[in-house]
């Protein structure tokens, strides 16, 4: 990175905050910043526009309107749900209904002297820019992009400033590269014809694999191994992310989105950019086929666009949903045609093999250790295992190679390069020992590292053991639950676009700014905020006929990020989480957007990768459910999916606690009960047969106790009444099935089958 864009990053991240007077004073990079942020707004040409609508004032008079929801406007929706002020936490900041919210002089005046105080502190060096960005996303990701009522405010400061910052280091290294930056006149007099130049790269890159590279484990301990292989995913994206901006020689304020295995960056449009990202990409490939195989695969592609095209102009042309269209359609061409001829012989040299032994954990034949029956990346995976489950978990990138620090190897160029897991206080030792090239933080900043990246990462782990899941007295089996968000992809590329026939309303919408707000908000719910909400804290929701004493549930997040979730606990809480998430993610959205969810339950021995791929049908079931926002539970051959509303309020709230308490009263029999209730269960499936109802009747009366004029017996009359009248109802009928089913799994005692 020259010095250059240096300056242009710091001027862009600087301009919303009013202290670009720390920067070296230049006509030109005022210019390019000025320029850099009227792409960021999509509002090159609009005369209303004054040059402090996006500065933090020094001082206000009146209150200005507070930052509006980036999905007020989501899918053709107009609401007006606004956030409270303050700094970014794991605790969730819900958008409240409140048309007229707006933020007091006396709020923003303490809440700006605050955030001056500490960005004071920072040196403008190469090594801060990420202590900058941290700074500025804890305390401007929900500060209003502009006071004024005239302009809509749903990108925070923290959005503007950063996709500024982006802009401006592109435009930069463009105009350096051309040899145009000397010349002050050059943007101050010819900014407007420079928005048709090809100045920007769009870069989109996708991993292929993951399903199978997490999930097919074949050994009975496999929760560690499945939580570091999604975590060595996790990171080496962040790597790669890293890695590719290096080569754009800008800054992790080019990072447009990363999760889910999949990641979009603003690169400079240069032959040099695109040489380097090539040469990253099939060096990062080279490496994988060396250590995996076929099994993984990093795909990604590159398409120019010039500033009118980020700011949708002409709009009739739809020029910004293009840029998207046209990377997914590179990308699919790129993973039809993966391997060069020189990787297919590479891929078909037949490798050292010892014998017929194979990883006991993943089953592999290649990179075996020499004593023992498991391969290398497993035993590192294996060793780091327990360094994830720490909150303050630090990783260094360093090229030196360390002793008796757990690590794995990640590709570079050239060569490879050494990633270590480390704690804040060790990490802050060694950096003044070794050569540190990168250091990440988990979800956490810290003073002493202050050039650090913080990663997001959704990491609750109630306990590392599937055993101490389960109910102790309960039945010995573990509940899997999937879930992803409905029609992501579609928000995505065209969810702000608004249903007119005039091109100008219709994608008024469509910019980069809005894009990066958004992709920002579905990583923080997945990667952070998901934390929060299953240590029980962001609600206190319990089945109706659960008697634990805490909110914590007993659950381990194998994967959260992107779009989709992955867990692994005991059956009750599994129902509980898919309560709270549904109910959190939908007051997040604002209603805005859905998320749809597969449970499985299976023994504790269950091949992992079967189970994994059981759910993901069932996900795929409930997302078939019309307008989805669906659950579907059990198996594929038994129609179990409901609405999720619907799932709550007739299934676990309603006809659970009945069963509940008519087969948990002190007078009843449990073991007679539960055997009435199989009995139940086979007459409710082939109850279009009017035999089987009477039969069903029959079968009722006979739980009718014998003193009618006990307590039990008037539970009895109203539990039969309400039974009875159940059967008869299609929809009652099918949700009686899936609530028995639930009473039963979470009360039937443990067995050793079940193991």
């Given at each position: 990175m020259n010095s250059n864009t240096l300056h242009a990053t710091y001027g862009g991240l600087l301009r919303g905050i009013g202290?670009?007077?720390?920067?070296?004073?230049?006509?030109?990079?005022?210019?390019?910043?000025?320029?850099?942020?009227a792409i960021a707004t999509g509002n090159i040409d609009n005369k209303e526009l004054q040059e402090d609508d996006f500065i933090i004032k020094s001082k206000i008079d009146k209150p200005i309107p507070a930052l509006s929801s980036i999905f007020n406007i989501i899918n053709g929706r107009e609401l007006s749900y606004h956030y409270k002020l303050q700094p970014l936490k794991e605790e969730l900041n819900y958008p409240e209904m409140k048309p007229d919210y707006k933020i007091s002089p006396n709020e923003y005046q303490g809440y700006v002297e605050k955030l001056w105080e500490e960005i004071d502190d920072i040196n403008l060096e190469q090594e801060s820019?990420?202590?900058?960005?941290?700074?500025?996303?804890?305390?401007?990701?929900f500060f209003p992009s502009n006071s004024r009522d005239k302009l809509r405010a749903d990108i925070s400061l923290y959005d503007h400033c950063k996709m500024t910052a982006a802009l401006a280091a592109c435009i930069s290294e463009y105009m350096h590269y051309h040899n145009r930056l000397d010349?002050?006149?050059?943007?101050?007099?010819?900014?407007?014809?420079f928005h048709n130049e090809k100045a920007f790269l769009m870069f989109s890159g996708d991993f292929s694999g993951i399903q199978s590279f997490i999930y097919n484990i074949i050994t009975e301990g496999a929760l560690k191994s499945l939580r570091s292989r999604s975590f060595f995913l996790e990171l080496l994206m962040e790597h790669i992310v890293d890695e590719v901006l290096e080569a754009g020689g800008v800054t992790r304020a080019n990072l447009i989105y990363s999760g889910g295995g999949h990641c979009y960056l603003l690169l400079p449009n240069t032959e040099d950019v695109i040489a380097r990202i090539n040469k990253t990409k099939q060096n990062l490939n080279k490496w994988l086929i060396k250590n995996f195989g076929t099994k993984l695969y990093f795909a990604c592609a590159v398409t120019s666009c010039s500033a009118n095209d980020l700011m949708n102009i002409p709009a009739e042309d739809a020029p910004y949903e293009q840029i998207f269209r046209r990377l997914s359609r590179k990308l699919s061409q790129e993973k039809m045609h993966r391997y060069s001829a020189e990787d297919l012989i590479e891929l078909n040299t037949p490798k050292d093999m010892e014998g017929n032994r194979e990883c006991k954990i993943c089953g592999t034949e290649d990179q075996l250790l020499i004593d023992n029956d498991i391969c290398t990346w497993c035993n590192q995976f294996e060793k780091y295992s327990n360094q994830l489950l720490h909150k303050e978990l630090v990783i260094l990138i360093?090229?030196?190679?360390?002793?008796?620090?757990?690590?794995?190897?990640?590709?570079t160029l050239p060569g490879q390069i050494y990633c270590y897991f480390t704690n804040a206080k060790e990490a802050s030792n060694l950096r003044q020992q070794v050569n540190i090239k990168r250091i990440y933080s988990k979800n956490r900043i810290y003073p002493e590292l202050p050039n650090s990246i913080k990663l997001y990462m959704g990491d609750y782990v109630y306990n590392s053991l599937l055993n101490n899941l389960v109910d102790k007295e309960g039945i010995r089996r573990i509940s899997v639950l999937r879930a992803d968000v409905d029609n992501l992809g579609q928000a995505f590329i065209s969810g702000f676009t608004r249903d007119s026939h005039d091109p100008t309303i219709r994608n008024?919408?469509?910019?980069?700014?809005?894009t990066a707000a958004f992709s920002r908000q579905m990583s923080l719910f997945f990667k952070y905020h998901l934390n929060f909400i299953l240590q029980g804290q962001a609600s206190d929701y319990k089945l109706p006929i659960s008697s634990k004493a805490t909110n914590e549930k007993r659950v381990v997040t194998v994967y959260a990020g992107g779009d989709d979730i992955f867990l692994i606990g005991n059956i009750g809480d599994i129902l509980e989480s898919t309560v709270l998430i549904h109910e959190t993610f939908t007051k997040y959205t604002s209603g805005g957007l859905t998320i749809s969810f597969g449970i499985g339950i299976y023994p504790l021995r269950y091949p992992i990768y079967l189970s994994a791929s059981e759910t993901e049908a069932l996900e795929s079931l409930a997302k078939e459910n019309d307008g989805k926002n669906s659950v579907s539970l059990y198996t594929i051959y038994e129609d179990h999916t409901y609405k999720l509303d619907n799932f709550k309020e007739k299934v676990l709230e309603e006809k659970l606690p009945l069963i509940a308490k008519f087969f948990s009263h002190k007078d009843s029999d449990?073991?007679?009960g539960t055997s009435f209730l199989y009995r139940l269960m086979e007459l409710l499936k082939s109850s279009d047969d009017r035999i089987n109802i009477a039969r069903y009747a029959y079968t009722l009366s006979r739980l009718e106790p014998r003193d009618k004029k006990s307590s039990y017996y008037n539970l009895y009359s109203d539990f039969s009444e309400k039974m009875y009248g159940w059967i008869l109802s299609p929809k009652d009928r099918k949700e009686l099935l899936t609530a028995i089913y639930i009473y039963i799994y979470l009360t039937r005692k443990g067995a050793k089958d079940d193991e």
């Open positions: 202290k670009l007077h720390k920067l070296p004073h230049s006509k030109a990079l005022k210019s390019l910043i000025n320029i850099a942020e820019v990420n202590s900058l960005l941290n700074l500025l996303e804890t305390h401007l990701s010349n002050d006149r050059e943007l101050i007099d010819t900014g407007i014809d360093s090229k030196d190679k360390l002793i008796d620090i757990p690590y794995v190897t990640f590709p008024q919408y469509n910019n980069l700014a809005r449990h073991e007679r």
